[in-house]
């Protein structure tokens, strides 16, 4: 089968924000495993929360652990937010 790496931020990595405040986070209901499971595929789930694609400085970075990415996979996807902190 195919395998797909998913880099992101927090809602790659699955947390979920309410309109109380509060946050889950959940290994199941995220998108990259809901992809996987819809395309027959396995994944690892590299989102972490905090993270931002246009910071090229901190090692914590989207572009970063792209960029460094060393494991094997047939696809990569990247997604994440806070562009504007970029301007």
Do not use: W
Request: net charge neutral; charged share 15%.
């Amino acid at each position: 089968g195919k395998k797909i790496n998913f880099f992101g931020d927090s809602i790659t990595a699955g947390v979920t924000s309410h309109a109380d405040g509060t946050t889950t986070n959940s290994a199941e209901i995220n998108y990259p495993n809901l992809f996987s499971q819809y395309v027959g595929a396995t994944y690892t789930n590299n989102g972490r929360g905090g993270t931002f694609i246009c910071d090229t400085v901190t090692s914590n970075s989207i572009y970063n652990k792209v960029m460094n990415f060393m494991g094997d996979g047939d696809f990569i996807f990247v997604a994440g937010g806070k562009i504007r902190m970029c301007i």
